[in-house]
């Protein structure tokens, strides 16, 4: 196996003990910062896959973003010098009144596991928390709103209205969360739609390159 190979399955298998030192050992043997980096982007997609298959569960899922974390952490240096661009900006949050966090992290964790920086504003997010955040971060690329109890959805919708209202351009909507829908997604008028953590990684990536 090489060491590009024994990367991407410590990542894959949550290794978060060993994937450090893996990463460590593939710089050192001549591998480029992107090209690590590039490896447990893909060992994501495929846990994100299995994820959305039903083959692996939330606790599979955060562990191997652990482990993603931790040879991230290790490349960060070398990234720096190698001037690693990322995909874009993405700025998270639950809407108001939700104080759910799992699913949006899972989600967070995923898109930023596709090559995206993160700004992830929390739980129970005012509209106008999300549009300042917008304004002051104007090369965004995603905002992403999650909403995991049905009472907060009317919330999501006044949150894009909100953003929509606010005449700020350049950016995508992407919604999920338990109770939303492709339908109510439209409704609304958000960009895009994801029925989990997988799917919000490989949707927003299409949106960018779209």
């Known amino acids: 196996m090489s060491k590009l190979?024994?990367?991407?399955?410590?990542?894959?298998?949550?290794?978060?003990k060993v994937?450090?030192?893996?990463?460590?050992?593939?710089?050192?043997?001549?591998?480029?910062a992107n090209e690590i980096l590039a490896v447990m982007i893909d060992a994501m997609e495929v846990v994100g896959d299995k994820f959305s298959a039903g083959e692996i569960f939330v606790p599979e899922m955060l562990i191997a973003g652990k482990a993603m974390q931790k040879g991230v952490e290790v490349l960060k240096p070398e990234l720096a010098g190698e001037g690693a661009p990322a995909l874009g900006k993405c700025i998270i949050g639950t809407?108001?009144?939700?104080?759910?966090?799992?699913?949006?992290?899972l989600v967070a964790l995923m898109i930023e596991s596709a090559g995206f920086?993160?700004?992830?504003?929390?739980?129970?997010?005012?509209?106008?928390?999300?549009?300042?955040t917008i304004r002051a971060n104007p090369d965004v690329n995603i905002v992403a709103l999650s909403a995991l109890?049905?009472?907060?959805?009317?919330?999501?919708?006044?949150?894009?209205?909100?953003?929509?209202?606010s005449g700020l351009t350049g950016f995508k909507i992407i919604v999920g969360g338990a109770p939303i829908t492709q339908e109510?997604?439209?409704?609304?008028?958000?960009?895009a739609y994801a029925r989990d953590a997988g799917a919000a990684a490989v949707k927003v990536k299409e949106l960018v390159k779209g």
Request: no cysteine; charged share 30%.
């Open 5 to 16: 190979e024994a990367v991407k399955a410590a990542v894959e298998a949550g290794k978060t």
């Open 19 to 32: 994937v450090g030192d893996l990463v460590q050992e593939a710089l050192d043997a001549g591998h480029k």
């Open 95 to 105: 809407v108001a009144g939700d104080l759910h966090d799992i699913g949006k992290n």
């Open 117 to 132: 920086e993160m700004i992830d504003l929390g739980v129970d997010v005012p509209a106008e928390k999300f549009v300042e």
């Open 149 to 165: 109890l049905t009472t907060t959805m009317p919330a999501m919708r006044d949150t894009v209205k909100a953003i929509r209202e």
């Open 184 to 191: 109510f997604a439209d409704e609304i008028g958000a960009d």
